[in-house]
């Protein structure tokens, strides 16, 4: 994995952001114009029928989907000059989360990827002269940080710092976490840094690239995301054999049951765990809410038999 992380750091990427994330919304918008307006030519585009469109497109899309796809629309409309349509599309709200409907369920998302085909994943991102993406993976997958975290990560000495990305709810979602590591561990982590920070990428773009390469290395089942490698960290976590508290406290959470929704222990392995809490960290705050055995009703029960 050495030379992994060295490729990365030694390989640049010749996309800028503004470029990628354009080409990306604006290929959106014009998938979009394709199959939900086929018969108005482009030169007719207004923000009535766009809007219309998009609004009855709704229902079938998650709200996090509409929110980028709203965002690919006025952002094309801007591009071709058409301020006050793109200024429209901006302001258009999901009726899905404004009404209350029922929304589109979540895709099942693969939990667990190998180390073998981890490897090939970041290789195949080098190969196509990503970087940015490889760095990202590989950030993931040492810590555990939500995609969002990414760029907010900062090393000191032995010391991987990641500020959470979900503070909500009065302060009872999300959470900043210290962790420590071997040396060599938080240099690993240092390159991927090096690597990420080569360019100024959005995230909406390098999910993009990243979902286009996994698709290409594998064509069948289930294609992983970032987000598989959260899914495994946390499998990795269970099986390492630390507390509920300390695998909220890596993880980001606030509470001891999120654990429950990442990974299977079956499929963890402890010995790439390489993170813990800091010595000085304060876990106190961490509210206990998994369910707990009952070991007078256990022995109520080996009683009666």
Known sequence: MLVVYENVVNTTRRISMNTETQNAYRSLASHFYATHLPDTPLSELNEFNIIGALLRAAPGYRPDYFRRLRNALALDQKLRGKFWIAQEINRTLNPVTVLGLPR??????????????????????????????????????????????????????????????????????????????????????????????????????MRMAIHAVAKKIFPRGRTPSMYTLRHQFGANLKASGASRRQMAYVMGHQATDSIGRYGDKRFGRAEAVQVKPAKDADLSSIRTTHAAYTRSRSKALRVDR
């Not at 369920?105 to 490897?119: A, H, L, N, T, Y």
């Not at 994943?121 to 810590?143: F, H, N, Q, R």
Request: proline fraction near 4%; hydrophobic fraction near 35%; glycine fraction near 10%.
């Open 104 to 205: 589109k369920r979540k895709p099942v998302r693969r939990q667990r990827i190998s180390d073998e085909d981890f490897g090939r994943w970041v290789e195949g991102l080098l190969a196509d002269g990503m970087p940015v993406e490889a760095g990202a993976l590989m950030l993931i997958s040492m810590t555990g940080a939500r995609p969002c975290e990414l760029a907010g990560i900062t090393v000191d000495g032995q010391r991987i710092i990641i500020p959470g990305a979900k503070h909500s709810h009065g302060g009872l979602r999300g959470a900043d976490r210290e962790l420590e590591a071997s040396q060599e561990f938080c240099d690993l982590v240092r390159n991927a840094l090096e690597a990420f920070y080569k360019e100024d990428r959005s995230l909406d773009s």
